[in-house]
């Protein structure tokens, strides 16, 4: 389509600027002169895609090589999807507004299990053949990548390749197979099938699967020389991983809408809920230097006023004093602000809320997760009400009038009384702000409680635990509701069905691929929004294909069944997970990784945590 035409059918909808491009800092190439394009995709809206630290990473590396041209692809909204499809417009990359269709790798990050109907619009307006079986030599190689590929299964008819762990080095010594393959006229499938030998990468078309009678799997069989077990790959050093120094600045505001500065990867703690705090293990710091060359660096070259800094646990980073004290000669004279997400609260210190609120103070959030003590010993918590309270104390001394608190509801062995003490949790710490002489003067508290449905997930030492129904979901959220009796605290909740549909795809197998195929077809897409999402069609799809999805998100799986990730190996133990979760239900904890090696085998890299002098 004639691109000024394209231009006026933007105007036909909310956001253009979602889809025109030509923002400050994009990456412009000749097409001619490069050998790879790359279409780096992410399956959900502009704003959405453009907060992802990963696709940051990827696409500026990616674009540092002569020879490669990585540009952005979104979801199209609901009301330009219409546009394209009545207008036959094939889906677009930002950069160049080229077909994807026309490049060699379309690449989508799989963050969240809601997004699988979005991967399939957008093959499909990029005309792109769904399945990775039906796509010819002339189609783009399809991959993806992102915390969602550890359990790759329920997409394994779509896509053709899955990076596993972190992806700088995988993704480009693919690339340069793909080139030589290229040159010496290989076929698709010679390609896929030496990729499968690059540690890091699991192509799922070369791996059939047998179930037994009660539709458990029996095992996986490795085809044509694939490795039985595929393990992920990490950087070892960040000090000398790739880092870039400028973002692409978004024409409209994204859902995080800062500069993103790395601190480290991984998490010491071991929540065991926490999918993330397995996967990216083991801790890999940066040094104090290198966060603040790169940060400077990004604040200077993006003209952003705040900066993020980023990990799962930011006060667990070892040189975080000394980092601040440098940051802030730098950032006080740029009149930039530092904002440091993922608090602990037995870590949260006075000294260290000076600091942070030194050009501008924001909301304090922290997430005990559970209630009770006896729930927050059974997740691996490790902290006390005390620690709770006494950093909600110094907050309110600081002149903090408002705190956040993240909980999760549903866990395993969780009780009417754990979910009544979330409540009177926060009106401990309401009856705490007005217990001090210290409080903010004239100001009301307001204590906010968030909280998310508990999803069993792969990887995690309550992947073998069932979810709790979705009637059940709403009875303890109607339980919670009515145990709140201040005006102080406010509750939020997650929607319970979204939450089912998530559990049931976290630990899928490929036999899903067809409910989604089917879900896709019924209009699913967006399933993530309350506004978008559609559990009767979903419901439906289940059974046109005989699958009942209370099989894979309510059950509880015995340690002894193959589950469909045991052959994607996360360097974490199964028989780790096992330990972990038989210690949850005898209501023990687990010292973090830097008092005590628990044994869950992140050990086997030979760098991070593992190897601190503790």
Request: aromatic letters at 12%; proline letters at 4%; one cysteine or more.
């Amino acid at each position: 389509m004639d691109k000024k035409r394209l231009e006026q059918l933007m105007l036909t909808v909310q956001k253009p600027g979602r889809y025109s491009g030509g923002e400050i800092n994009q990456v412009v190439k000749d097409k001619a002169a490069v050998d790879v394009r790359f279409a780096f995709c992410f399956p959900d809206t502009y704003e959405i895609g453009m907060s992802h630290l990963g696709m940051k990473i990827l696409y500026s590396l990616f674009n540092e090589r002569d020879d490669i041209w990585c540009e952005r692809v979104f979801a199209p909204w609901i009301d330009f999807e219409k546009v394209m499809r009545d207008n036959d417009i094939p889906l677009f990359a930002l950069e160049s507004r080229d077909p994807i269709n026309l490049f060699d790798f379309v690449g989508f990050t799989l963050q969240y299990e809601l997004s699988y109907t979005n991967i399939l619009s957008m093959l499909d307006l990029a005309k792109i053949p769904l399945k990775s079986c039906d796509r010819s030599d002339a189609d783009p190689i399809v991959v993806a990548g992102g915390p969602c590929a550890c359990n790759a299964e329920p997409l394994a008819d779509f896509i053709d390749i899955f990076f596993l762990g972190e992806g700088e080095k995988v993704d480009l010594e693919v690339i340069d197979l793909y080139k030589e393959c290229k040159k010496n006229g290989f076929s698709r499938k010679d390609f896929l099938q030496k990729a499968a030998q690059i540690n890091g990468v699991y192509v799922p078309s070369l791996y059939d699967v047998v179930y037994n009678d009660d539709n458990t799997i029996k095992h996986f069989v490795p085809l044509d020389g694939a490795p039985a077990v595929v393990e992920k790959r990490i950087e070892l050093d960040l000090d000398k991983a790739y880092y870039p120094d400028r973002f692409v600045v978004p024409y409209i505001e994204a859902v995080h809408d800062r500069a993103v500065q790395e601190v480290f990867r991984g998490c010491i703690r071991g929540c065991r809920f926490c999918q993330a705090g397995y996967i990216y293990r083991p801790v890999r710091e940066k040094s104090a230097a290198t966060v603040n060359q790169q940060a400077k660096a990004l604040c200077v070259n993006t003209g952003y006023d705040e900066i993020s800094l980023s990990s799962l646990s930011t006060s667990d980073y070892t040189h975080l004093e000394e980092m601040l004290d440098d940051m802030l000669c730098w950032t006080e004279d740029m009149r930039v602000s530092l904002s440091l997400p993922s608090l602990r609260i037995d870590n949260f210190s006075e000294e260290l809320l000076q600091k942070i609120n030194r050009l501008r103070k924001s909301g304090l959030t922290f997430a005990p997760e559970a209630g009770t003590q006896r729930l927050r010993d059974v997740i691996n918590k490790n902290i006390t009400e005390e620690d709770i309270l006494s950093s909600c104390r110094t907050a309110f001394k600081n002149g903090y009038f408002s705190v956040k608190l993240y909980f999760m509801m549903g866990l395993p062995t969780e009780t009417d009384e754990d979910i009544v003490g979330i409540a009177d949790l926060a009106q401990k710490i309401v009856d705490l702000y007005y217990s001090l002489p210290e409080k903010p003067k004239g100001k009301s508290v307001n204590v906010s409680i968030s909280v998310a449905n508990f999803v069993p997930k792969p990887h995690t030492p309550f992947q073998f635990e069932p979810q709790i129904t979705m009637d059940e979901m709403m009875r303890r959220q109607m339980l919670l509701k009515d145990s709140i009796k201040s005006k102080k605290i406010t509750f939020n909740y997650h929607e319970n069905k979204t939450s089912f549909l998530e559990g049931v795809f976290a630990r899928g197998d490929r036999r899903l691929g067809g409910v989604i195929a089917a879900a896709y077809k019924k209009g699913c897409r967006f399933d993530g929004w309350d506004e978008c999402f559609n559990l009767d069609a979903w419901l439906e799809a289940f059974d046109e294909c005989a699958i009942t999805p209370e099989f894979y998100a309510n059950r509880t799986r015995s340690f002894e069944e193959i589950t469909p990730w045991d052959h994607l190996d996360y360097r974490v133990t199964k028989d780790f997970l096992i330990r972990e979760n038989m210690t949850a239900h005898n209501g023990l904890t687990t010292p973090n990784c830097r008092e005590k090696c628990a044994g869950c085998g992140a050990n086997s890299y030979g760098e991070g945590v593992c190897f601190e002098k503790r």
